[in-house]
């Protein structure tokens, strides 16, 4: 693969709470073996421990008018955050922070996705949080489309995916996962089962792929066209997996118990069962968890996975490094890199 298809530098949200949010770009290239050496073979990974990443290419406190948790993306060189209905963007080059549009509709446990080179999608995890109806469920916002932004409503999912949540009574409608595949934004909800839109055209129409689940969880999960499977993470065991879409229902066909860092255990962490994915091009992923002690202190763990296809898709090293902080931390995960 093409040397410019393989990112090394990845940004991490590290939320520190009433501290505010600072964001890292690391390089990962150290991790990777070089393409055009010879594979080592594989072995159990050793667990390096480093010191926290750096200094941040962004600090910024909570902005005042946000409540509760603010979702991140990154297009290009611009991060997007959102929070409820809020948002702000910041360049990472300029180092300039910067007010954003509203969105038109409140996003109940929002989350960003980048869509190509240009879009982030916002959508909620809880389409309907408590019977509200905020409509539209689905909006999307160009950071690069010039100095005047505006989040712009995309079709409606169909009805299915429209179900209120009501904790009160059991009744949850959650997304699962959600990814972009063969130009369409794939949706998996619990108990609803699958839907996609179109990313690009004029109609951009949304259609229900089918009853069934989406038997990974990630948010987002990725594709990989290389390997012909979506990779995410196991439901139960929380550990990698991949998932073979061209099935139907898809099913899983590998998974990578070793890729829950049990190394992390070993030295006394508490790993926070949500993780973050991202792919960096040439078959190689990028996995990141919060890690805590019992002193209160916390640490970001880092997976470098590379894999290869042959009969089957094949695991061929997995490096870990944990990133030490000076203080406690609520969340840290890594932002999948935009395609520009």
């Known amino acids: 693969m093409a040397e410019e298809h393989q990112r090394k530098r990845v940004l991490f949200v590290v939320d520190y709470e009433k501290d505010g949010y600072s964001v890292f770009k690391v390089n990962l290239k150290d991790l990777f073996f070089d393409d055009h050496a010879s594979p080592p073979p594989p072995s159990p ?21 946000f409540r509760g948790d603010i979702a991140f993306a990154v297009s290009g060189t611009t991060l ?20 954003g549009p509203g969105t038109a509709a409140t996003k109940y446990g929002a989350f960003l996705l980048p869509v190509g080179a240009d879009d982030v999608y916002a959508l909620s995890i809880f389409p309907q949080w408590g019977g509200r109806c905020d409509r539209p469920h689905l909006e999307a916002l160009s950071p690069g489309e010039g100095p005047t932004l505006a989040w712009r409503a995309l079709p409606e999912p169909p009805p299915e995916l429209q179900v209120s949540s009501n904790p009160g009574s059991g009744r949850v409608c959650r997304l699962t996962t959600c990814f972009t595949m063969g130009g369409r934004l794939w949706l998996s909800a619990q108990g609803q089962g699958t839907f996609s839109l179109e990313t690009a055209g004029p109609r951009r129409t949304c259609r229900k792929e089918g009853s069934w689940e989406i038997p990974v969880q990630g948010l987002p999960a990725v594709y990989v066209p290389e390997l012909g499977r ?9 550990c990698l997996c991949a998932c073979d879409m061209d099935a139907r229902p898809p099913v899983v066909r590998e998974v990578w118990e070793e890729t829950w860092p049990g190394e992390c255990i070993e030295i006394g962490y508490g790993i926070q069962p949500d ?33 290869q296809l042959r009969h089957r898709v094949e695991m061929v090293t997995r ?22």
């Open 45 to 65: 990974a050793k667990m390096e421990m480093l010191p926290l990443l750096g200094l941040p290419v962004a600090s910024f406190q909570e902005p005042e008018f």
């Open 80 to 99: 997007v955050g959102l929070g409820l209905k809020r948002t702000f963007t910041y360049d990472i080059n300029a180092r300039a922070a910067g007010s």
């Open 230 to 238: 979506l990779f995410g993470f196991c439901p139960r065991r929380r």
């Open 275 to 307: 993780g973050s994915l991202v792919y960096l091009g040439g078959v190689r992923l990028c996995i990141a968890r919060l890690v805590h002690d019992k002193v209160a202190s916390s640490a970001l763990c880092v997976q470098a996975v590379q894999l």
């Open 319 to 340: 490096r870990i490094r944990c990133y030490t902080m000076p203080k406690i931390a609520r969340r840290a995960y890594a932002l999948q890199p935009s395609t520009s």
